[in-house]
């Protein structure tokens, strides 16, 4: 009797994993929070989007995607999740692509973080990635202003429960 087989939603309640962004009571601008469903109703990742500019457009998106996201998978020269997210959010649909990266040592409170800087055709936007410990790929991507080192400092892990549908 498979028509009374429950479906599962198309979005997921929130993720298994806690998510690494700055705390939504820290930003004074607006804040938005987008979760990645898989078909199987499972969340493939979330994305954070911070907004300065009153309105116009998110400043950051801060991106968490789990080993084995589709999200995570790139052809070459494709710019990360979270940089697409940025200019759709912005309506800009100019080409941008990843013209290199660069390994740089950042200190997060008492952890070492092997950042990777991602360089692009938009210098406009700034992008960094970084592994986490539990195999989360944390994607930075800033509109119109530079990722500094003491950003880091302000980055926190927000529990799982916080980003769950009720």
């Avoid at 052809?75 to 692509?97: I, T």
């Avoid at 990266?101 to 008492?110: K, L, R, S």
Wanted: hydrophobic share 40%; charged share 25%; glycine share 10%.
């Amino acid at each position: 009797m498979s028509f009374l087989r429950r479906h599962r939603a198309a979005t997921p309640a929130g993720p298994d994993f806690d998510v690494l962004a700055m705390d939504p009571g820290d930003w004074p601008g607006n804040l938005g929070a987008g979760l990645l469903p898989a078909p199987d109703g499972s969340c493939q990742g979330v994305f954070l989007r911070y907004d300065l500019f009153g309105g116009r457009g998110p400043a950051m998106i801060i991106g968490n995607l789990p080993e084995g996201s589709p999200a995570r998978d790139l052809a070459e020269g494709q710019v990360p999740f979270e940089v697409a997210q940025l200019l759709d959010a912005l309506e800009n649909d100019e080409d941008v692509e990843v013209t290199g990266a660069e390994d740089c040592p950042v200190m997060q409170g008492d952890n070492l973080l092997i950042v990777r800087k991602v360089k692009l055709s938009e210098s406009r936007i700034s992008c960094v990635q970084f592994d986490r410990s539990d195999n989360v790929l944390v994607t930075i991507a800033s509109w119109d202003r530079p990722i500094t080192d003491d950003l880091y400092a302000l980055l926190k892990p927000l529990p799982a429960e916080l980003f769950q549908q009720g």
